[in-house]
């Protein structure tokens, strides 16, 4: 079992859906989650971050972390064409610690 | 310009060469590393490193190699490529911090024929 999972995609939807990204974890000592997004042919780049669990928003962006299930969630409000990207979840167990990342889900949202 | 540069951008090479892959920041940042990306398997580390003099493996580190040249400088290299290193590199810069935000470059393409 990989350390932590996420559903590849590809996902379409239309434009102003309401996207919800997901990952699943295996090891409970995971403390920090964050999101990343990858446009094509780009280097990833920090989108949002949540300590521990609970909800964090940004603009159009809610990320949340139920650590009980192991489960963090990413929803994407009004989704727009230029949401259309890789969206990679990674966690840390501490302070400074290297991330461990998801493979990553396909979003494209249609015009 | 942009804060971390990766090159070359795109390299097709033999089994059997040696590669190069270098990466430079101008971010001042102290920690550097070095991922592969591929379908289904999502990024995953090969070396870090903390500052000049320290070098870590990590995740997928055997065939490969790095150096530190400087602070701003951390080059992967092939010793001997095969085609199972066909894949995106990426590199990275970060400050130690709560949630070490890495800083990536815009990846190589390497293909390994």
Known sequence: ?111 | DADVTQTPRNRITKTGKRIMLECSQTKGHDRMYWYRQDPGLGLRLIYYSFDVKDINKGEISDGYSVSRQAQAKFSLSLESAIPNQTALYFCATSELGQFNEQFFGPGTRLTVL
């Not at chain 1, 999101?35 to 949340?64: H, V």
């Not at chain 1, 969206?87 to 991330?99: E, I, K, P, T």
């Open chain 1, 1 to 111: 079992q990989k350390e932590v999972e996420q559903d590849p995609g590809p996902l379409s939807v239309p434009e102003g859906a309401i996207v919800s990204l997901n990952c699943t974890y295996s090891n409970s000592a995971f403390q920090y989650f964050m999101w990343y997004r990858q446009y094509s042919r780009k280097g990833p780049e920090l989108l949002m971050y949540t300590y521990s669990s609970g909800n964090k928003e940004d603009g159009r962006f809610t990320a949340q972390v139920d650590k009980s299930s192991k489960y963090i969630s990413l929803f994407i409000r009004d989704s727009q064409p230029s949401d259309s990207a890789t969206y990679l979840c990674a966690m840390s167990r501490g302070y400074g610690q290297n991330f461990v990342f998801g493979p990553g889900t396909r979003l494209s949202v249609l015009p």
